[in-house]
């Protein structure tokens, strides 16, 4: 007797679930009918205004350097490519640094490619002094990741990467994304944890003198 009466309660809750969506769909079918050829073509008109934003915006990043890892070769080709871009990762590195540059180079050059709407670039902190200085650069290699002309917040080492040079283009990739320094569509744990509480730091900020790490 009671299964009965469970049974029955279960069946109307069932239905009542069930008359709620399809009434659903029936206000979503009833307001798609109601567009007229009028609104279909407005919605239409508004796509096409989009896509073409886009193709823009894509013209002008590779116009700047986007989708290429590049090398600055001076402080003056720095500060014009972190003015012309939103967003910038700028690798501080020094020659013949014992593998550990080139690693981070071979991430970089595949992100380059993949997330276009950010520059990609490198620059000497030997050939950087006044630069090094100013951003507080101190371990190499170090990525400074700046945003409308601003670090916003740093990679320094390996360390935020399993602390070894083995780690994965996609650990770094969710890093960079972590600071939205690039529109990141994966998703992970990682990318909802805490931001860095620093203070951006202006490119054309003083700090204190500059000190390079030992090999």
Not at 114 to 143: D, G, M, Q
Not at 197 to 210: D, E, G, I
Request: charged fraction near 35%.
């Amino acid at each position: 007797m009671e299964n009965s009466a469970v049974r029955e309660i279960l069946e109307k809750q069932v239905l009542t679930v069930a008359k709620a969506v399809e009434d659903k769909i029936d206000e979503e079918i009833a307001a798609l009918e109601r567009l007229d050829l009028d609104d279909i073509e407005a919605l239409r008109e508004r796509r096409l205004q989009q896509m073409k934003k886009m193709a823009e915006k894509r013209s002008r990043w590779i116009s700047l350097g986007h989708g290429e890892y590049s090398d600055i070769p001076s402080e003056k080709d720095f500060f014009a490519a972190v003015k012309a871009s939103e967003r910038v990762v700028c690798h501080f590195y020094r020659p013949n640094w014992p593998c550990k540059g080139d690693v981070m180079d071979k991430h970089l050059a595949i992100l380059a490619k993949k997330h276009i709407e950010t520059r990609f670039v490198k620059i000497n902190a030997e050939k950087s002094p006044f630069l090094a200085e100013k951003l507080k650069i101190v371990v190499l290699p170090t990525l400074a990741l700046i945003k409308n002309a601003k670090v916003d917040d740093y990679v320094v080492g390996f360390d935020e990467l399993g602390g070894t040079d083995e780690f994965s283009t996609e650990e770094l990739e969710e890093r960079l994304a972590k600071a939205q320094v690039i529109i990141f569509e994966g998703e992970s744990s990682s990318l909802h944890a805490s931001k860095s509480t620093s203070q951006p730091r202006s490119v054309r900020q003083s700090s204190n003198s500059y000190s390079s790490d030992s090999d």
